[in-house]
């Protein structure tokens, strides 16, 4: 029931960050579309010009920009806990003394967050795609699945950051602090000396983005995406060691 | 029947930097016995079983628990099956309700015992529903005990398992401990209460500073240690009484007291050659074992 | 053959842990003592070992060595799965009647020392003084 105890830990942060996520974008896009179509704008002065439907997609790629710093901060949080933080809460010895590797602890504590980050990218860009199609201006539901797979393919390296964070610092204040110090330090050196392997844009779609149309290219920006899947994954190879070394 | 030790320790040692909490100790505890660990604050007790578990690495020496080699993260996981172990601070998750940390723990075990659990629940009347972090803290040491004896583990380790509990706790404790033994479940626990002990242990271990100083059976304990209460009529010769056996002397004026761990006749037989005027044999009591023990190192 | 009641007898067992006696031997003279006294006649069941053991709050290892012990000496028949009964053989019978002129012999003598002007505490202390160091000390005194 190790799966059990990992929902019942992280459930209110994960359903809170899902009523955000789904609640803005669904405000959101319902404001920028209607927005164009009411009696005080008429149509053709709104966000969304008839016939332009690189409005309508421009719109996407400004959703996805909003999106993904609420889904990181969301999933860097949901990165939080785990046994080092128990030991401070003094529950470290009954974990501890179960018949399960530490392996096996941090396992599916990562299991349930990759499944809970899934679920908190699809969730609001299904609202994006319904909404839409109530305001009749249907986006494609390729797009969608696009934005959906850079988010995940090029964020869950927070994800794992967090992990590896939570692995390391102890404190209820300090380890979130340090996690979210580390999002905006690699925000800021990417924006002004990688901006080549800028994790951010390769998630909003700047590497793959048809500047015309603003529609994102099916053919993903591959290599970037699994650069920073692999990053993850050393993450998390460093997190395993890291709690088995560990002395509680 | 005693061939079999749960739990044999080769000099193992544990240092944090430059303070020793455990120094070269050789435990054996007796299969199908209660083992009794008693010791100071900070002797080391709790770093011995956090090592015996898993959770901290020793500095040096080895270690079994049932067989397993307590270094090996594999084998000690197995044991970890089984052994029921309740820490000191009687951990439970706080958000889960009793029922779900039942249904929990049940989970892990397949020596699960359902009539014990069901036995237990009614005794300390748990409220199922209610969350953990609600409960008092002798519902919450209570339950923590539960979850170890509703199982039938091969060795049940507990650290202070009484604190916090009333005397009617304490007793139904007490009961359920002893029940558990008859059944097979070999016991080692660690414990402040002397009274509590010296009801129960088949066998007592003392540990000072990291070190072994006292393992023998309670009855060992009870037939050889003795206080001898000698009057002389001028002044005591101590000198005298320095002899096997005797752990400490204390004269005060024409009074002395000799403290025994064993040979409490020679000392009543050297005190009749030297004329005492009154000579007294007392038993001791596992208290007056330990404090002396204790004091003395 | 034993006749017995197919029920276990209830007993009062009262063990001091810091009287400096073993607990199983206090057990053992205990029970004894019921048998000498008639409170345990022949063929009456004692208790299992687990249930004595959960009753009396101590050890299951003490009771099993009491009842060990008490079957060697003759005085308990352990069955299996049926648990411990009683034998009290005709010898063990006229030991209740030595009891008995023992507790007059220690009567009289209480009451002579009270005379004397000792106090019921150092009477006490007197008695397990002389109990607790073995007799050839005292021969050689």
């Known amino acids: 029931m190790l799966w059990y105890k990992a929902w019942l830990e992280t459930r209110a942060r994960f359903l809170t960050s899902l009523m955000t996520l789904t609640i803005f974008c669904g405000v959101f896009v319902h404001h920028a579309l209607y927005i164009s179509c009411s009696d005080t704008f008429p149509c053709a002065q709104g966000l969304i010009r008839p016939g332009r439907q690189a409005d309508l997609y421009f719109l996407l790629m400004v959703t996805q920009n909003y999106v993904v710093i609420m889904w990181v901060l969301a999933v860097v949080l949901l990165g939080m806990g785990g046994i080092v933080r128990e030991r401070a809460l003094g529950t470290s010895s009954l974990t501890l003394s179960l018949p399960v590797s530490r392996a096996r602890l941090l396992g599916v504590r990562v299991g349930m967050g990759v499944l809970q980050a899934i679920a908190l990218a699809v969730a609001p860009w299904v609202t994006v795609f319904v909404v839409s199609r109530l305001a009749g201006l249907p986006v494609f539901i390729t797009q969608v699945g696009l934005y959906v797979l850079l988010l995940v393919g090029g964020g869950l390296v927070y994800f794992t950051m967090a992990i590896l964070v939570s692995s390391l610092v102890t404190g209820e204040y300090t380890a979130p602090a340090t996690a979210f110090g580390v999002v905006l330090l690699t925000a800021i050196i990417f924006d002004a000396w990688l901006r080549r392997f800028n994790v951010w844009r390769l998630v909003t779609g700047d590497f793959s983005i048809d500047r015309t149309t603003y529609l994102l290219s099916t053919h993903l920006p591959w290599l970037g995406i699994l650069a920073s899947l692999s990053v993850g994954v050393l993450m998390l190879l460093a997190s395993t060691i890291v709690v088995q070394r560990r002395e509680f | ?297 | 053959m034993y006749l017995y009641s197919g029920t276990v007898t209830a007993m009062f067992f009262k063990l001091t842990p810091t009287s400096g006696q073993p607990l199983y031997l206090q057990l053992m003279q205990q029970i004894r003592h019921a048998a000498e006294t008639g409170a345990l006649k022949d063929g009456d069941q004692l208790p299992g070992i687990r249930t004595l053991a959960e009753e009396l709050v101590v050890s299951p290892n003490t009771v099993a060595k009491a009842y060990s012990e008490l079957e060697h000496e003759g005085l308990l028949e352990l069955r299996q799965g049926s648990g411990a009964f009683v034998c009290v053989k005709r010898r063990t019978r006229s030991l209740t009647d030595q009891v008995h002129l023992a507790r007059r012999r220690i009567r009289e003598l209480i009451q002579r020392l009270r005379d004397d002007g000792l106090l019921d505490e150092e009477i006490r202390r007197a008695f397990e003084a002389e109990l607790l160091y073995p007799a050839e000390i005292a021969r050689k005194r």
């Open chain 2, 1 to 297: 029947m005693m061939s079999d030790n749960v739990i044999v320790t080769q000099a193992l040692s544990k240092s944090y930097g430059s303070a020793e909490a455990v120094r070269g100790l050789n435990l054996s505890v007796g299969q199908n016995r209660i083992t009794a660990f008693l010791g100071r604050n900070g002797a080391g007790k709790s770093t011995t079983i956090k090592m015996l578990l898993g959770m901290v690495r020793p500095s040096a020496g080895s270690g079994t628990v049932l067989g397993k080699q307590i270094t090996d993260a594999e084998e000690n996981r197995e044991l970890r099956r089984r052994v029921a172990y309740v820490a000191e601070d009687k951990p439970l998750y706080g958000y889960m309700t009793v029922e779900q940390t039942i249904r929990f723990a049940r989970s892990f075990y397949r020596d699960w015992r359902a009539d014990v659990e069901k036995k237990l629940l009614e005794n300390y009347q748990l409220p199922l529903r209610r969350k953990v972090k609600m409960l008092s803290k002798g519902m919450r040491t209570k339950l923590a005990l539960l979850l170890a004896f509703a199982r039938r583990p091969e060795l049940l380790i507990l650290d202070e398992p009484s604190e916090g509990l009333d005397p009617v706790g304490v007793e139904h404790f007490l009961q359920a401990l002893v029940g558990r033994s008859a059944e097979g479940v070999s016991v080692f626990f660690s414990s402040h209460q002397i009274a509590e002990v010296e009801r129960v242990a088949d066998q007592v271990c003392i540990l000072e500073k990291g070190c072994l100083l006292v393992d023998a059976s309670l009855d060992q304990l009870r037939q050889f240690y003795r206080r001898i209460d000698l009057v002389f009529s001028s002044t005591p010769p101590e000198r005298e009484f320095r002899i096997t056996g005797v752990e400490r002397i204390q004269t005060t004026g024409r009074q002395m007291s000799v403290f025994a761990s064993k040979n409490a006749e020679a000392v009543v037989e050297r005190a009749h050659d030297l004329n005492a005027v009154s000579v007294e044999v007392v038993p001791v009591g596992l208290r007056d074992i330990f404090l002396e023990t204790v004091k003395e190192n």
